[in-house]
């Protein structure tokens, strides 16, 4: 087991012992924790397994040959939505009419509709380049409702079917190296980290748009008081002006 995991699930026992409180709401086992006394690992971050899709395997990812996947790939890598978010995409409820915007309400998880999403700030919406916009509207064809992405019997996908039958196929394929486990193999969130990494780095993109797009928590005191989320135009202006990063076929 991982050192993040560890600290993950060690994290989740120090929440449940501060869950138990008296009828004052005060904590009924106050304590103070020792990470060393536990012994437990230190979290190396420059060795933890997160990588970042380049622009060339984006582009190669773009062009796997099975439409319904290459278009998750896409929309992805072009959004940086989160993988359960993509999959919880409900086309009468979440895609505009102009398809240039999603509004992200729910997700997917174990094949299942959560009528929730993983934090507050996750609740938001995300704007697409009108080349994305009208590769899904093509994708949706004449489909009026159900889910965006689905299985032959209209339930949400399986995460990590889309990884294991056609994410690491794909990359397997292109010869595409992990850096840090040195194999073919990476997660879903590599798209996230590309498209976090394209808005800071070489798109331009306002610090408080970008993070509202990804649905990062707000950290300042600007943060709260900006209104990007609620300028339509604005936000349509600039997913024009910052692209998507790599190639469509």
Known sequence: MGSK??????GVVKKV?????????EELYPR??????MDLPIVDKSRQNTPAFSPEVVTRL??????????????????????????????????????????????????????RVKTQASRRKVDLHPSIAALLKEFVGDRKTGLLFASRNRKPLSQSNIVKRHLHPALREMGYVNPTTRTHKAGNHAFRRFRNTYLRNRANCPEGLYKYWLGHADNSMSDLYDKIKEDDAFRLEWAEKCGIGFDLP
């Open 5 to 10: 995991s560890i600290s993950s699930y060690v």
């Open 17 to 25: 012992v501060a869950s138990a409180v008296d009828d004052d709401g």
């Open 32 to 37: 103070k924790w020792k990470d060393d006394f």
């Open 62 to 115: 773009a062009r796997w040959k099975y439409r319904r996947e290459r278009t998750i790939f896409v929309l992805c890598a072009a959004t940086g939505l989160r993988i359960g978010e993509a999959l919880g995409i409900d086309i009468a409820a979440h895609i505009s009419s102009d398809f240039r915007t999603l509004s992200i309400e729910q997700k997917a998880r174990n094949c299942k509709i959560e009528d």
